[in-house]
């Protein structure tokens, strides 16, 4: 975890240094392998226009605080639009659709097992972008594999919020 | 006779003022976890806030969520009652909202047993056409509580 946590500083040190967008994440997760309600909060760096990586901190707010903790990546490509132009003068299209590739992985404290999905995930409705300061995903959803479980889940991201530093 | 037009016409004034009154209504959608329960339930709300200003409200909902058979019980109807207060302009957003809170308190059945319970909302952003709910705290009578992970409420008018 503590090695995750420089990771995390390091990355976010490094966008900022090279002046790409950076954004504090926050999203909802619903999933056949999480099955109760749970949350992300994390930062998502565009290194380059069309590609977005995020990293967050993840954990299940039931049946208990943290039943199921770790952490989400995911590199993100723009379906519809860049994430934005090299030149920061021009804007990027409002809306956007998104599609992801990412893993989802940590520790089920309940039954001390380790858990970790790797997800492809579409996101129809993506409105805003760092050009206009603040991003709002809806309606995410994709496919999963859990190669603990060695099983196929579904992943839903009803809601995810985007706010650029 | 007079008493007729009489009782007609205070009628009509007081179902005028009652419509002229500028109330809220909609439909919302909600997505909770119990504490010591796997699964989560989706729920399907009417919604009406028939007193409502700029810094005080009070509204009304009445639905039903199921689990899909995840949880214990698997379905469950309520009916709930709610003020919010505050109206902070925040740009958090993409566009301007207003930052509130909200404190309701309901009752939840599956017709077998019922639970009442209290909410809190401290993170309530009311967007004029819609109002969004994040992470409220449900306490209920049996002193488990429960997560709202997420309220989304829409007004048709």
């Known amino acids: ?165 | 006779m007079k008493r007729f037009i009489g009782v007609i016409i205070t009628i009509v004034l007081l179902s005028s003022s009652l419509w002229a009154a500028p109330w809220l209504g909609g439909y919302r959608l909600s997505f909770d976890g119990y504490e010591g329960q796997e699964g989560q339930y989706y729920g399907v709300h009417l919604y009406v806030e028939p007193v409502w200003g700029t810094n005080l409200g009070l509204g009304f909902a009445a639905g039903g969520s199921t689990s899909f058979g995840l949880s214990s019980p698997s379905s469950q109807f309520e009916a709930s009652a709610e003020i919010h207060a505050l109206s902070v302009e925040t740009m958090l957003f993409r566009r301007p909202s207003q930052w509130r809170i909200a404190l309701s308190g309901g009752i939840s059945t599956d017709f077998d047993s019922y639970h009442y319970w209290g909410q809190i909302d401290p993170f309530v952003f009311f967007f004029g056409e819609k109002t969004v709910k994040v992470l409220g705290l449900r306490l209920l009578d049996d002193r488990s509580w429960a997560i709202r992970l997420l309220e989304i409420t829409h007004y048709f008018f």
């Open chain 1, 1 to 165: 975890m503590k090695r995750l946590s420089i990771f995390f500083l390091l990355l976010l040190a490094s966008a900022l240094l090279f002046a790409v967008p950076v954004a504090l994440s926050f999203e909802t997760w619903n999933s056949t392998t999480i099955t109760a309600p749970a949350a992300s909060v994390g930062v998502s760096i565009g290194v380059l226009p069309n590609l977005e990586v995020q990293g967050a901190f993840f954990g299940e707010l039931a049946p208990s605080v943290g039943n199921r903790i770790g952490g989400v990546g995911t590199l993100t490509i723009g379906a519809v639009n860049p994430h934005y132009y090299a030149d920061p003068t021009r804007a990027p299209l409002y809306f956007n659709a998104l599609v992801g590739l990412g893993y989802l992985g940590g520790w089920n404290t309940a039954n001390a097992e380790p858990f970790g999905t790797i997800f492809l995930r579409l996101t129809p409705l993506s409105l805003g972008a760092s050009y206009y300061r603040s991003r709002e995903r809806t309606f995410g959803f994709g496919v999963g594999y859990d190669h603990y479980a060695n099983q196929w889940s579904f992943i839903v991201n009803l809601f995810a919020f985007d706010r650029y530093l």
